[in-house]
């Protein structure tokens, strides 16, 4: 199967992902790297592995749909089969979801329901619980609401930061994405919509 990575920053879930297709772990071709920023690390591992990638400023779009139409057609020309969101930091437009509703999933630095949208380690730590952790679901038109998948927790000590809360999630969300991903693509992705 063709999977395709959207990613806006450092894109260690992406490597992760390579790492695992490499090792034979995760039976997909990684066909495209999307991103939406220039500066992305992300775009400097998607070159460093010889796969093609996607660049887009989403400022020179007139809005969503002109840009998700732009991605479409590098999806339809790498014959991609399912989108892996691993740090998009934009929610997925109809024009997306019409095509690829069920063939997306996310990972999200939370328990879900509790702390979806941005900065979800702050959150967790600003609410003093005890157990965060990480969640796969698939994607659909909210903000991380869509069906969940696979969750980890993952316990935050007492004198747990940001950094070392993101530390621990990195390395649960390295392990736990690929696996996910292999077990969909083995299994087959069911179309909810
Ligand atoms: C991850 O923590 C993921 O849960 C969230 O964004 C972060 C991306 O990190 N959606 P990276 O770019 O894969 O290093």
Redesign the pocket.
């Known amino acids: 199967k063709k999977i395709a990575i959207f990613?806006s920053?450092?894109?260690?879930?992406?490597q992760a992902i390579i790492e695992a297709v490499k090792k034979g772990e995760l039976e997909a071709d990684i066909a495209l790297l999307v991103c939406d920023n220039l500066g992305a690390y992300?775009l400097e591992r998607a070159k460093n592995e010889e796969i093609p990638y996607f660049v887009f400023n989403a400022k020179e779009y007139d809005g969503k749909e002109a840009y998700e139409i732009e991605i479409l057609k590098k999806l339809k020309k790498h014959e991609v089969d399912f989108i892996v969101l691993?740090?998009y930091m934009r929610l997925i437009g109809k024009t997306l979801l019409d095509e690829f509703e069920g063939r997306i999933m996310?990972?999200?630095?939370s328990l879900l329901p509790a702390f979806p949208g941005k900065d979800a380690i702050g959150q967790a730590l600003t609410a003093k619980v005890k157990v965060s952790g990480?969640t796969v679901h698939y994607v659909d038109a909210g903000m991380d609401t869509g069906p969940i998948i696979a969750q980890k927790p993952i316990e935050i000590s007492e004198q747990e930061t940001k950094e070392s809360l993101q530390m621990k999630?990195?390395q649960v969300?390295h392990e736990l994405y690929p696996k996910v991903i292999q077990q969909l693509i083995k299994e087959g992705i069911s179309v909810k919509k």
């Open positions: 990613a920053g450092s894109g260690s879930n992406f992300a691993a740090g996310n990972i999200h630095p990480v999630i990195h969300e």
